[in-house]
């Protein structure tokens, strides 16, 4: 048993140096594509295929999150006759948290499980090797490219279920539950800052850069057959949903301490 | 693995070898596939390498353009040791192979043209689009497939698809070409049309071939030199006179297609098993 537990910690330390070896060659080859202009077209088609494509999916989960919030909480806030602040409620926990998690969950799956099954396919046909074979590094011409289009297209996805969220919230808040119209708008506008609308977009790089990442890893790391491609994808998208949380939590600690060090600083300005 | 980068010069007995594998031992996990292999490659010639499947054939030749690293031993190309190199510098080294890999290895979300363009724009900055055109077009005349420009990898038969990736494999015109298994899974003719080809390269462009198979028709019919692997090691090396007449066991079963005792007594074995009867289960 002690064997076994030592056999699978050695095991677990290797797939982490490993991870990091494929994560530190990823951003030098992400830095040189930056570089390069005629990498571009590779990095738009991606945008097109990740970004553009989860745009739909991304926009009907944030309106479900603001409208499920406004179910939830106006009871609660009508009995203390505080219904009117039912906006500052959903527009915070969706610009801040639910907005930027749901999302990017959304996208760990729809994205994640796609760059996993192409590059898993990729890798057991022997396409990567071919590449490698051609004098061309797989790293950069596969992985950078995909890793630039979730860096730059997961804040914007964001935005979009952030706005989607908050119509959704405001027209059951308003259509449905009959909240003044201007009430409700005043009492958001007041309690959401520009601050909270920055930490929800700013996660979204760090989140767009995980699933990538771990996505064309374990693309790239899968066992041959369709078994071990199917066994990748569930991998990778566990390894994502995981990985978005704990940033999260990691995040708001990080955005926490920033505000408290230069809220103070607010007033002199 | 041993990283001494000044170590450029071949052993002794290297003679003329384009490519030159000195002591090369490969392991997967418990499993030795490459056990302590020495070889070169003469250029300008074709030689195959031949064995059972599982033998470690496909594993020698990725050694030979280090898309595998040996656990020992070393890789040498043109006097210079490359086994040691980083995956950067290897790439320089690696313009002036092609590879055919066994299943084509086209890319799915490619056309043909830009399969076979892809060496060329990812090494070479194009400023004529019609002269890439026309090379395309003289290349897919060479495996005989021009007018297929436009077509994708998941439209192509088999034996089209292995075509492709042999005019990829060429198209920067390659001193070494590498062939994983070309004619397995294709019809006897489309075999001889890939047989042809690789004699045509070797002819028209003098490249030097190395070609994984164990399809004896083939090897007899492209081979220079013939190399048979068994259990990780070398066990006949010569012409297709000297392979056809070799006084091992294994080599004269392996060319005839001849199955062994042991195959025999497991058959045996199995037909009684087959004997046992299963009663079939009541579906109501």
Redesign the interface.
Known sequence: MIGNLGAITVGGINNMGRFGRFVWQSATASFRTCASPHAYSLIWTQMNIIGVRSVPVVMITGAFVGMTLAVQTYGQLAAMGLEERLGVLINIAVVKELGPVLAAVMLAGRVGGALTAELGTMNVTEQIDAIRSMGTNPIRYLVAPRIMACLLLTPVLIIYADLMGIVGGYLVSVVQFGINNQAYWSHSASGVELWDVTIGVAKGFFFGVAIAAISCYKGFTCKEGAQGVGRACTEAFVASFICILALNFALAVVFKAIYSTFWPLKTLV | MNHDKKKDVPPAGGGDGVIVLENICKRFGPHQVLDNISLAIEKGKTTVVIGPSGCGKTVLV?HL?V?LRPNSGQVYFKNRRIDNLS??E??????Q?G?L???G????SLSVTENII??IK??CKITDWNEVEELVKAKLAMVGLDGYQNQFPANLSGGQRKRVALA?AIA?NPEVVLYDEPTTGLDPIRSDVINELVLKLQRELGVTSVVVTHDMTSAYKVADRIIMLHKGKIIADGDADHIRNHPHPIVQQFIHGQVDEDDLAVLRMSGKISQAQFLPRDFE
């Open positions: 990725k353009i898309l995956e950067n290897l790439n320089r080294v690696r313009t192979y590879f890999f066994q299943g290895a086209l890319f799915d892809f060496p990812q090494h990829r920067m």
